[in-house]
């Protein structure tokens, strides 16, 4: 007997993670970083400026109550305990509401900083598609920022747009970018790329006899339009590398890919801890000042 | 350094661009503006950037409809801000 | 002389029949999937009622986003298109020959017109393709809220005090009303900042075309009596709302058939 289950297909796994074979008790400085945006919280816990732990979850409507649970939540399971974090940097939307961080720093700082680690000196062009909102930096050699912009004020192109479309057709966000891409040709892209009328376009797509999967893969092609439009204002150089909770979603990144004809490095860490990531790094920096280190 | 404030969503691309190269903090364009849009903070992107201008958090979202006023259909278009800024160094994307 | 307008919005299907300038008779119905269908309930309803035929009326014509859909398709068989800021001026003047403003708020449309002499567009600004710059935006809001649409107008005008809304999309205003919510923020309050800021980003476009008496609002968000107070307010100055306002774009139409036939 299977039970009726009403389904929160918006809703992504939340997850920790504690990297294999490092041990807390030989490192010098444990930093973290705690990056609160407005959909999504994430923690990371650095062992002499090398990812540790980290967690992910959704920030809710707390984001003090959340800032403090998903740094719990990253320390969970390694023996660590938050009195032990020599150092705490807050970042993103909610970064003033890190209780027990010493500082914070913006998120730009703080991604550029992230995307380094996780992609390497060579980065000239970050993109960063979070919940709410969708960054475009352009950095040199040194991780300075040479042109900035940032869209929070529409949905079309952000996590929240894609959650509303997974909504719409069913389909668990965590395979909506897969579900995107199981088409044999590239359908046009829908019409309007305001969430609430692509949403409708869609709708009206769908009662057409569409299949789940091509009307996916027109609400992407217009999605990535939008991404990359915003991309091109400030130009984009190699090495060009995706950040953010939606660097995860497949049916984004390779039309992305395909509409600049450039491929972004692939990640061996999770994208979405880039301003944790960051943030934790600028923690270690300020630590080593701190104590006259540096 | 070129800083996009702004926005873009279905009716159009809305950024005002703060050159912080070539700003160098007067505050001329804040004076000039109508309407409030603008403030002299610190380099936000840079610790050693000194001062530069940008666009107010709180406006960053809805400048399409806070620079409306500046920007008639019909007649003259003249941005109080561009003109005010002697070095250059803002400009509008609309 | 007998003549018809037929308004196909984003939402609703605006019918009006026309006789020496004066209405005889309208209708109204949600666009479906199928818009041409639509238009056939509403124009069928206003035939039966003044007992005409279709060969009655001497011309249609048709305006609206959806236009094109009855432009030469049997039943209505408009005969010609226009704008919708041109049917919007020459309806308005029609009924109120002082107007020179013009303020149209629609389904996913907000629009400006400056009237010229007899009706005639001298300029126009539309606020387009963003829900939050038109009426969808306060029915997504009544979903947030868990209200019906007609009710958001009298909660907005029982509101006791002025809570700022940060966000400038339907998605994130419709997160940020839950928080609200959340933080026991009464949901006048909630609908009272919602007509604020439609009324804000309505009057900052009609500024591109400049506010001049006498000011007239219409379409159907001019039906919402939570929008007029704030309206009035930003643009400081006072607005007109005719009768059956949502019908004032056909009703230019319609004029604008009888004008070309005489």
Redesign the interface.
Known sequence: MSEIKSQEYWRWPEYRHTVPDKDWHNAKIITAGVDVGSVGSKAAVLLDGELYAYSAMRTGGISEATAVKVVNWALEETGLQPDNLHYVVGTGYGRVNVPFAKRTITEIACHARGAHYIYGPTVRTVLDIGGQDCKAIRCDEKGKVLSFLMNDKCAAGTGRGLEVFADLISVPIQDLGKVSLSVDEEPPPVSNTCVIFAKAESLALLRRGWPKERVAAAYHAAMANRIVDLLMRVGVEKDFVITGGVAKNAGIIGRVEKLLDIKALKPNIDPILAGALGAGLFAKALYEKQIGLR | ????Y??????G?Y?IIIDTDKCDGCGDCVKACPYNVLEIIPN???IEGGDMAAVKE?Q???I???C??C????GERKLPCVVACKPKAVSH?W | MITAGIDVGAKFVKVVILKDGGVLERAKALVGFDVLKSTIDPFETTLKKTGLSRNDIEKIVATGMGREAVHGKPPINAEEVVSVVVADAKGAFHLIPTVKTVIDVGAEEGRGVKVGPNGIVKDFVINERCAAGAGTFVEAMARALEVKVEDMGPLALKSTQVIPMNAQCCVFAESEVVTLIHSKVSKEDISRAIHDAIASRISSMVLRVGVERDVVLIGGVALNPGFLPPLKKELNTDVIVPECPEYVGAVGAAMIASESKE
């Open positions: 350094m070129l800083a996009h702004g926005y873009k969503d279905g009716s691309d950024f936000e992107f840079d709180d960053r979202k809805k399409k409809y806070s409306a006023p920007k008639p259909v019909s994307s």
